[in-house]
């Protein structure tokens, strides 16, 4: 997984890098690690932030909102809510804050695509839906190269 954030514009995908069997079961566990992409607009109202799913691999994301812990240097840990069979389940994110501070930041952006730099780690997303794919890939920079190192595509017959 891999979360990216500029001043005003995110983008995150998860699918895995290396070959690693999801948890075992049903549960709402599972839904954090279904392969999946999104980006667009969050909004920090401390200790809130709203992330505005503008392109979504999911056709209806619902609100995406979670309260950030930033005490611990390097870290950043997410609470929340999911609702999951009739009723609420709270979770916590961890995250690792893997950009050297004052690494570039870029966002390219337009009604269908867009694309968050941070560093040596980018997320493109392109939503050709309904006529052509959604397409999400994780890229890293890598000896002056961008490689892509993940894909997920969702096919545009998929609701």
Same mark, same amino acid.
Not at 27 to 50: D, E, T
Not at 119 to 142: K, M, S, T, Y
């Given at each position: !997984?891999?979360?990216?954030?500029? $001043? %005003?514009?995110?983008?995150? =995908?998860? #699918?895995?890098? !290396?070959?690693? +069997?999801?948890?075992? *079961?049903?549960?709402? +566990?599972?839904?954090?690690?279904?392969?999946?992409?999104?980006?667009?607009?969050?909004?920090? /109202?401390?200790?809130? !932030?709203?992330?505005?799913?503008?392109?979504?691999?999911?056709? /209806?994301?619902?609100?995406?909102?979670?309260?950030?812990?930033?005490?611990?240097?390097?870290?950043?840990?997410?609470?929340?809510?999911?609702?999951?069979? *009739?009723?609420?389940?709270?979770?916590?994110?961890?995250? %690792?804050? #893997?950009?050297?501070?004052?690494?570039?930041?870029?966002? $390219? %952006?337009? =009604? &269908?695509? =867009?694309?968050?730099?941070?560093?040596?780690?980018? #997320?493109? =997303? $392109?939503? *050709?839906?309904?006529?052509?794919?959604?397409?999400?890939?994780?890229?890293?920079?890598?000896?002056? %190269?961008?490689?892509?190192?993940?894909?997920?595509?969702?096919?545009?017959? &998929?609701?």
């Amino acid at each position: !997984m891999l979360w990216l954030q500029s $001043a %005003e514009t995110f983008a995150d =995908i998860r #699918i895995p890098l !290396m070959a690693a +069997a999801p948890p075992s *079961g049903h549960g709402p +566990a599972g839904l954090f690690h279904r392969r999946r992409a999104f980006a667009g607009v969050a909004r920090w /109202n401390p200790p809130s !932030m709203v992330w505005e799913h503008a392109l979504d691999s999911d056709r /209806n994301p619902g609100t995406d909102v979670g309260v950030l812990d930033l005490s611990t240097p390097g870290w950043v840990y997410e609470d929340g809510t999911v609702d999951w069979d *009739g009723g609420t389940v709270p979770f916590r994110e961890e995250w %690792e804050l #893997i950009s050297t501070p004052g690494a570039p930041v870029h966002v $390219a %952006e337009t =009604i &269908r695509r =867009i694309s968050v730099t941070v560093g040596r780690w980018r #997320i493109d =997303i $392109a939503d *050709g839906r309904p006529d052509a794919v959604f397409r999400a890939d994780r890229l890293e920079l890598c000896r002056g %190269e961008w490689r892509v190192v993940g894909t997920l595509t969702v096919d545009a017959r &998929r609701t």
